[in-house]
C-alpha cells in the first residue's frame, strides 16, 4: 500500500469516526488526488480553522476556483458547518476531508467526474 492510499484510509477514518459520515471511497480518492502534493506536506494536508485567512484560501482556491461556485455568504456558512462537522477541538482537520465535506455538501461530485 503506497502513502497515498495510507492516507486515504485515514482520511476515510476521520470521516467515520469524526464527522459521522459514510465515505464514498471514490469520490474520496478524486478529491485527495486533486489535492495534489499538498497532502504529503504536514502543514498544507490540514485546514486552520481558527484562521480567517485560511478559511478565506478554501472559500477562494476550491469552492469558487474548483467547484465553480458564485462567492456569496454561504460559501462560509457552508465551511464553518464543515468545521463543525469534523469537531472544533479537533486539532488536524485534513484538507481532504474538508474538501469532500464541502463537494458533497454543494452536490458537486460531477467536478471530480
Known sequence: MGKRDELIAKYADDLKSKCGMDPDMDLLTKVTIGCG?????ADAS?????????LETVKNNFLIKKLGLSDGPELMEAINKAMETYGMSERNKYRAVVYYMLTKHFGKESVYG
Open 37 to 41: 502534493p499538498a497532502i504529503y506536506d
Open 46 to 54: 490540514t485546514v486552520a480553522a481558527s484562521q480567517e485567512g485560511e
